[in-house]
């Protein structure tokens, strides 16, 4: 009685989880979701079907008076219900299946976006054809309607890069390019993960994806194209003194730095520590100074010295980058 009140309670977790829309194969927003959705829906009916026949032969076999099916009388439904029927069945599920397996066709003119993934954290590159290279961090955004070709690389372990509501998991293997093609097909803000064990940090390493219309995202791009504007500050001369810039690169303000993530527009992020917190003062200060306890395993280093009134200085100077 208690196992099938657990496995109740687990049904209608599972239900309930979903049921969300920013992070769900149910809810898809891009058109190779929307594709698999549909390949779902039919192979379940197709299972259904398949489950209902046996049903119904197990209630014949049983309920059948004795002697009213004879041995070649049962020979032939062992052949048509069970062998040549569920055959024609299951090849056409697989006909209908197989044209989402052909690879989708990419253009000189479609954007090309470049993804690694990082411990523990995502490296996004935008190349618009005929434009500069963008860079930015923790959050993928994508024009809607137009063709996207994601590059997907590792520099370290194997990540797997995974966007329920926009397509299918893609591995992302250290030395090689994986290459997953995408159209967005509804504006909004959804969530993507890695969908392989990866380290300590592994399930706090989510990003945001935000799908915008096409004037929309030429406009955010040609603002991300742009070095950060940066006023002298404390917080910049903390940013500088502590060896931050070491690692992160500004545009615009020292060296080019490739360690972690870049921070030329940080502030204009509606998330922080790759998609786990809200991009509030609080949490940039806390994370600032001891990131470990935000994320386990993380690589950036802790600075146990650094006084609250200084964490704060740098939070608002990132803030400031926008």
């Not at 009916?45 to 070649?72: F, S, Y």
């Not at 197989?98 to 954290?121: C, H, K, S, T, Y």
Request: glycine share 10%.
């Amino acid at each position: 009685m208690r196992k099938a009140s657990l496995l109740s309670v687990w049904a209608c977790l599972s239900a309930l989880g979903a049921c969300n829309r920013h992070q769900s194969t149910l809810a898809p927003f891009g058109e190779q979701a929307d594709q698999v959705l549909s390949i779902t829906i039919v192979l379940v009916v197709g299972a259904v079907v398949l489950a209902l026949g046996l049903a119904l032969l197990m209630r014949h076999a049983i309920r059948a008076p004795e002697g009213r099916l004879t041995h070649k009388g049962g020979m032939k439904m062992v052949l048509w219900l069970g062998g040549i029927g569920p055959s024609i069945l299951l090849l056409a599920l697989l006909l209908y299946a197989l044209p989402a397996m052909r690879p989708r066709p990419v253009a000189d003119a479609d954007l090309r976006i470049g993804v690694d993934g990082e411990q523990f954290w995502w490296r996004v590159r935008y190349a618009p054809p005929g434009g500069a290279v963008v860079e930015a961090a923790n959050e993928l955004r994508l024009p809607v309607g137009r063709t996207v070709e994601l590059s997907l690389r590792s520099p370290d372990v194997i990540h797997s890069f995974w966007v329920p509501g926009l397509a299918g998991k893609m591995d992302m293997i250290p030395g090689r390019t994986n290459r997953l093609v995408v159209r967005a097909t509804k504006a909004g803000t959804y969530r993507g993960v890695c969908a392989e064990f990866c380290g300590l940090g592994h399930a706090l390493m989510a990003f945001d994806v935000i799908a915008m219309e096409p004037a929309a995202f030429e406009r955010w791009l040609t603002a991300q194209a742009r070095p950060a504007t940066v006023t002298a500050s404390p917080g910049a001369r903390l940013f500088a003194s502590y060896g931050c810039s070491g690692c992160h690169s500004v545009r615009g303000v020292g060296p080019a730095a490739k360690i972690g993530p870049d921070l030329t527009h940080f502030g204009s992020r509606p998330t922080l520590a790759a998609g786990i917190l809200p991009m509030t003062h609080a949490n940039i200060a806390r994370f600032v100074r001891q990131p470990g306890k935000t994320k386990p395993g993380v690589r950036m280093p802790a600075f146990p010295r650094m006084s609250a009134a200084e964490a704060d200085q740098i939070a608002s100077y990132l803030q400031g980058l926008k």
